[in-house]
């Protein structure tokens, strides 16, 4: 299994309150991902990163910022969380394309809650 | 449009028997790839199988081939020989542009949630 571990794996909070998600993988892989999963939606992308520093937005951008100051690490904030936010939120990872396919590894996911 | 489109919400299918779970996709781009995730109950998405636009002979991976036709533009599941822990979600995903050292625009289906019946 690819070595990406998110944390936490389970938060509960409030309208309003900053909530910071981290992604940490060991695979030295440059590019990651962060995807939010609702029902009916399948997974949306809301920010990736190509790069440490070097980030772009997704589909799904609003209310979201990220950021990647080493190339194991990319952090999720939502700078003001909201009820539309509760969701599953993944991370992925996938490495510059060699001979064969490469697809994009996940972690196990977060599941948020906001009341 | 959508660029991935699962229509089967939901399958059933008995034990050891195959099963084959759409996918149809939408895109300009000459290179392309398609994969199949599947999530268990547990909540993890795991890599199943991939498709090159250019790859002339369809993917096969253990008990799971990608019965892939460009010109309808499907790439679809078959699963032979289910087994109970074949019971998941499982999404279709497109990757959009050649595979060249870029990022990866990758686009997912909404689902089909796959019920192994003893």
């Known amino acids: 299994d690819a070595g990406i571990t998110q944390s936490p794996r389970h938060k509960v909070t409030e309208t309003g309150t900053p909530v910071t998600l981290r992604c940490h993988q060991t695979?030295?892989?440059?590019?990651m991902y962060w995807y939010r999963q609702d029902p009916g939606h399948g997974l949306r992308l809301i920010h990736y990163?190509?790069?440490?520093?070097?980030?772009d937005k997704g589909e799904v951008s609003d209310g979201y910022s990220v950021s990647r100051s080493k190339t194991e690490d990319f952090l999720l904030t939502l700078e003001s969380a909201t009820s539309s936010q509760t969701s599953v939120y993944f991370c992925?990872?996938?490495?510059?394309?060699?001979?064969?396919?490469?697809?994009?590894?996940f972690g196990d996911g977060t599941r948020l809650s906001i009341l | 449009a959508q660029k991935i489109t699962q229509t089967q919400p939901g399958m059933f299918v008995q034990e050891k028997e195959a099963v084959t779970l759409d996918c149809t996709y939408d895109?300009?781009?000459?290179?392309?790839?398609l994969f199949w995730y599947k999530q268990p109950s547990s909540g993890e998405m795991i890599f199943l199988i991939y498709?090159?636009?250019?790859?002339?002979q369809n993917a096969t991976e253990g008990r799971y081939s990608l019965n892939f036709q460009k010109a309808r533009k499907s790439a679809n599941l078959v699963i032979s020989a289910s087994q109970l822990g074949d019971s998941a979600m499982y999404f279709c995903?497109?990757?959009?542009?050649?595979?060249?050292?870029?990022?990866?625009?990758?686009?997912f289906g909404t689902g089909t949630k796959l019920q192994v019946i003893p």
């Open positions: 895109t300009s781009d000459q290179s392309y790839g």
């Open positions: 992925a990872i996938s490495d510059i394309p060699s001979r064969g396919p490469q697809p994009q590894h």
């Open positions: 695979e030295n892989h440059r590019y």
């Open positions: 498709q090159g636009s250019y790859d002339e």
């Open positions: 990163s190509y790069g440490v520093k070097d980030t």
């Open positions: 995903a497109m990757r959009e542009g050649a595979n060249s050292g870029g990022y990866q625009k990758v686009t």
